[in-house]
């Protein structure tokens, strides 16, 4: 975007200051949208798996529902317990909601299209998303108070278990396309099955990564049926108990935006991202970023399709398939697709 | 201009949050500005072009480290007045190991300054090789150059864990209650409930 701002007779800094605010802009305001609309979405699967016709008064078809709940809880009054440590309370959200907008910042929504093209761009996805943890454990502890407390426990304990494991098929992809660069990683998918097909899920020793990926999302997310921060049988609300109006709603709009970026990284490492299911010239006259959002809505509903249907796991199966299963499995498929690799690909160097 | 400007911003925040860091007198709020301290370390990190660095340096301090921390932490019944009483008795302690620290860093950038070691050899194969991603130097350095030095590194690592598993895991085995995952998954149904139509007011036999 740098040259059309410098061919408004912009100077060359200038340009690149205007251009990364007007790519913020453009990432965040559709990214909002997004979160609202798919809040509707959720709720609608949800109800129509329940035989319920979910959110239909507010608007054609109820489709503005997310509108008004927004402005509801943006006129209610903000309450601070007494007891709370008032400073971190307040900040907790505002961390939620940040980093659930700056991890956004590597994700390519076409070839070139992306407002960081950072050589470590995953790494910096883990980086943050390793950040994520810190509001919900900064707001259990601060609202000082029971059921908070145990879910910000248990949400540290649960991050940090799926993100060792969400490393090593990292790696595995890594390794794979030869690039931590988000773009290098969706160009190497090319025509990657057969020549024809784009993804690397269509990959023997790339497609149980992908299952444990999407299985290692949901937990990273805290959904359903990994949701035990927030188990309303146990928990009250967990770490959310306390809040209310908009600091109530940051963390939602920030979990929301979480689950839609871990939905655009399944897309992005396993099934091509921007590129077209098929290596065909027709499906190319599609523009990119409407195949990254098919891809993107495709893995939401399955994340709200398994939210209809699945139980809550209880909290020791949970670090057990965490520790005990992804864990070794990850480890076995890095030893596995990097013996292949030097086997196929890298044979010549030794 | 711009690159001083950051230079400044982020060196003056990791010397403000560090401080902080030691005066706040809440404990959870001292590892919450450590954890600001790393931030901006890594945003030094950046500046200065090793981005792989600073990225793992917010992975594992901030994103694994200080969490273990900050859970600690926050488990803490913190007596206040005990605190300030150990300050006073700990102070000359740690007044001692600042100076060793700041001895260090005198002698550290002054055998620098002098250029009596040479890190990297004149030949400069231990030099980053220009023009390829720190990733890929970094690589080529641990996994070819100094590839003994990291392998026993991370042996003494795996020593050092599995000792740490193996000294909080010595109650017995038995006392314990052991789970049998795979006879939970192979429970069906019929073995552990009954479907019965019992008669009014007979009740059922268990």
Request: aromatic share 14%; glycine share 8%; charged share 10%.
């Amino acid at each position: 975007m740098i040259p059309v701002f410098e061919d408004w007779g912009m100077s060359y800094e200038t340009a690149w200051f205007v251009s990364t605010i007007a790519g913020i802009l453009l990432i965040a305001l559709p990214l909002m949208l997004a979160v609202a609309m798919i809040i509707y979405v959720d709720r609608k699967v949800w109800a129509a798996m329940a035989l319920r016709r979910g959110p239909n008064v507010v608007g054609p078809f109820g489709l503005l529902q997310s509108f008004a709940d927004g402005l509801k809880v943006f006129l209610q009054e903000t309450i601070v317990p007494s007891a709370a440590n008032k400073g971190l309370f307040l900040i907790a959200p505002i961390v939620t909601f940040t980093l659930a907008l700056a991890a956004w910042a590597v994700i390519p929504f076409n070839s070139g299209a992306v407002l960081a093209d950072i050589n470590v761009g995953l790494l910096y996805i883990l980086a943050i998303s390793s950040l994520g943890v810190y509001g919900v454990v900064m707001s259990g502890w601060a609202s000082n108070s029971k059921y908070p407390f145990f879910s910000a426990m248990r949400a540290a304990a649960q991050m940090i278990s799926y993100e060792v494991s969400i490393g090593f098929i990292l790696i595995c992809v890594v390794l794979w396309a030869g690039t931590f660069n988000m773009n290098g990683i969706i160009e190497a998918q090319r025509g990657h099955g057969l020549g024809i097909v784009n993804g690397f899920v269509f990959n023997l020793l790339l497609f149980p990564m992908w299952v444990m990926f999407l299985i290692s999302s949901l937990a990273e997310t805290a959904r359903a049926p990994f949701d035990l921060t927030e188990a309303e049988s146990e928990l009250v609300a967990g770490y959310q108990t306390e809040y209310s109006s908009m600091s109530f709603a940051l963390f939602w709009l920030g979990e929301y935006a979480n689950v839609l970026l871990m939905c655009a990284l399944n897309a992005i490492l396993f099934f091509g991202g921007w590129l077209p299911p098929l290596e065909w010239a027709p499906l190319y006259w599609i523009p990119g970023w409407l195949w990254l959002f098919a891809k993107i809505f495709f893995f939401f509903f399955i994340f709200s399709w398994v939210k209809a249907t699945v139980p809550r796991f209880r909290y020791d199966q949970l670090m057990r398939l965490g520790w005990k299963v992804f864990l070794p499995l990850s480890l076995v498929f890095v030893v596995l697709v990097s013996g292949w690799l030097m086997f196929t690909r890298y044979g010549e160097a030794i | 201009m711009i690159q001083a400007f950051a230079f400044y911003l982020f060196a003056g925040l990791v010397i403000a949050s560090g401080a902080v860091t030691i005066l706040a007198r809440n404990p959870v709020h001292s590892v919450l500005w450590l954890i600001v301290a790393f931030f901006n370390g890594a945003g030094l990190m950046v500046l200065v072009g090793a981005e792989f660095i600073a990225m793992l340096l917010v992975i594992v301090y901030v994103g694994a480290v200080a969490v273990l921390f900050l859970f600690v932490v926050m488990m803490l019944d913190i007596d206040f007045a005990e605190l300030r009483a150990g300050f006073i008795k700990n102070f000359p302690l740690g007044i001692a190991i600042a100076l060793v620290l700041l001895a260090e860093l005198v002698l550290g950038v002054g055998a620098w300054r002098a250029g009596a070691i040479a890190l990297g050899t004149p030949a400069g194969d231990a030099a980053p090789l220009l023009g390829e991603s720190n990733i890929e130097n970094i690589g080529a350095l641990l996994y070819g150059r100094y590839l003994f030095l990291f392998e026993s590194a991370g042996i003494i690592l795996l020593v050092a864990m599995i000792g740490a598993i193996v000294l909080t895991h010595r109650g017995s085995r038995a006392a314990r209650g052991q789970q049998d995952i795979a006879r939970q998954n192979a429970r069906k149904p019929s073995e552990a409930t009954i479907n019965t139509r019992p008669e009014v007011g007979q009740g059922i036999q268990l």
